[in-house]
C-alpha cells in the first residue's frame, strides 16, 4: 500500500500508457492534443497567472504523431470522473534544472477545495515513488499562494528552509517557497526506460 492506493492497483500498458481508479479518479496518461485541450478547460484566469502562462495557456509544440505525454523528462497524468469523464485536474512531474523531478498541477475551477487536487497529487505521487522509483520529489509554489502550499503540505510534501526567485513561462518572477517529499521505500516497477534522479 501507498497512502490508501495498492501499489498492485497502478497499470503499466504498451506505449506508456499508465492509469489507475481510486474512490473518485480516473488518472492516466493522455496524448499530447488532449492534454492541451483539457488545460485550456482547467486554467481560468487565477491558474493562468500563477503558472505564467498568459492568456493562450502554456506553449506546447504540436506533434503530428500525438504522443502520451511521458518521457524520461517527466509524465503528465489527467484525472477524471470515472462517470462522467470530465477532467477534473491535470497534475505531472519533469525534470528540473537541477535534474530532480519537480512536481505540478491544476485543477478545473468547479472541482477545487473538495480534495480532488490532493487525491490527483497522491495518486501522481503513487506512481512517481512506486512505479518509478523515484526516491525525492520536489515542488515549488508563490509564498503567497496559500492554496498551493495547503495542497503540497496534505500530500506530505515539506518546506525547505528559504525564498528563492523563479522566472515564470511569461517572465514574471516570483519569490517561492520549494518543496521535497522524500520516500526511501521507493521502487522502480515499471518495465519502461525511465532513469530518474531523486
Same mark, same amino acid.
Given at each position: 500500500m501507498f497512502g490508501n492506493v495498492a501499489v498492485s492497483s497502478l497499470k503499466c500498458g504498451f506505449g506508456g500508457a499508465h492509469s489507475v481508479t481510486s474512490a473518485r479518479l480516473e488518472l492516466s496518461i493522455p496524448r499530447r492534443q488532449e492534454l492541451i485541450d483539457v488545460w485550456a478547460q482547467l486554467a481560468d484566469a487565477e491558474a493562468r497567472f500563477r503558472l505564467g502562462w498568459g492568456e493562450d495557456g502554456p506553449y506546447v509544440e504540436r506533434d503530428e504523431t500525438d504522443p502520451m505525454v511521458i518521457a524520461d523528462e517527466g509524465a503528465?497524468?489527467? %484525472?477524471?470522473?470515472?462517470?462522467?469523464?470530465?477532467?477534473? %485536474?491535470?497534475v505531472g512531474f519533469g525534470r528540473a534544472e537541477d535534474g530532480f523531478m519537480e512536481v505540478g498541477g491544476l485543477v478545473h475551477p468547479a472541482f477545487r477545495r473538495f480534495g480532488f487536487g490532493r487525491e490527483a497529487l497522491d495518486l501522481v505521487c503513487a506512481f512517481a515513488h512506486q512505479h518509478f522509483g523515484i526516491v525525492e520529489l520536489r515542488a515549488r509554489c508563490e509564498t503567497d499562494n496559500e492554496a498551493s502550499r495547503r495542497w503540497l503540505a496534505a500530500a506530505g510534501f515539506l518546506p525547505v528552509e528559504g525564498v528563492v526567485p523563479h522566472t515564470l513561462p511569461d517572465g514574471r518572477v516570483m519569490s517561492s517557497v520549494r518543496w521535497r517529499r522524500l520516500d526511501p521505500t521507493a521502487r522502480r516497477r515499471c518495465k519502461r526506460p525511465f532513469t530518474p534522479i531523486g
Open positions: 503528465e497524468f489527467l %484525472a477524471r470522473d470515472p462517470q462522467t469523464g470530465v477532467a477534473v %485536474a491535470s
